[in-house]
């Protein structure tokens, strides 16, 4: 079992920032890709940013030159880093990581719970 807990949510001011941080815990072999989404009430959920095993990184348009993922090479953590937030970037916000729980085994999907990211202007 592969669990994903994310923190460093809640209300923010306008062009404030925020760090959000995940960590994986269980059995885990080894962590490829790890992504975070953002879904908004009506909106369907959508990428903001991944980044690989090898270090590729995409973003969101919305969020490129405010949002910077990061893994810690030495724990099962990651984060992402927003500045300069929008009423916009409300949401709640998934941390995604694709992992392997043992050696013979294939990367599986695992999904956070969730936490709640609100911008007050």
């Known amino acids: 079992q592969v669990q994903l807990v994310e923190s460093g949510g809640g209300l923010v001011q306008a062009g404030g920032s925020l760090k959000l941080s995940c960590a994986a815990s269980g059995t885990i072999y080894t962590i490829g890709a790890v992504g975070w989404y953002r879904q908004a009430p009506g909106k369907e959920r959508e990428l903001v940013a991944r980044?690989?095993?090898?270090?590729?990184?995409i973003y969101a348009d919305s969020v490129k030159g405010r949002g910077t993922i990061s893994r810690d090479a030495y724990k099962n953590t990651f984060y992402l880093q927003m500045s300069s937030l929008k009423s916009e970037d409300t949401a709640v916000y998934y941390c995604?990581?694709?992992?392997?729980?043992?050696?013979?085994?294939?990367?599986?999907?695992?999904w956070g719970q969730g936490t709640q990211v609100t911008v007050s202007s």
């Open positions: 980044i690989t095993d090898l270090g590729r990184i």
């Open positions: 995604n990581a694709a992992v392997r729980t043992g050696r013979y085994s294939s990367l599986g999907d695992y």
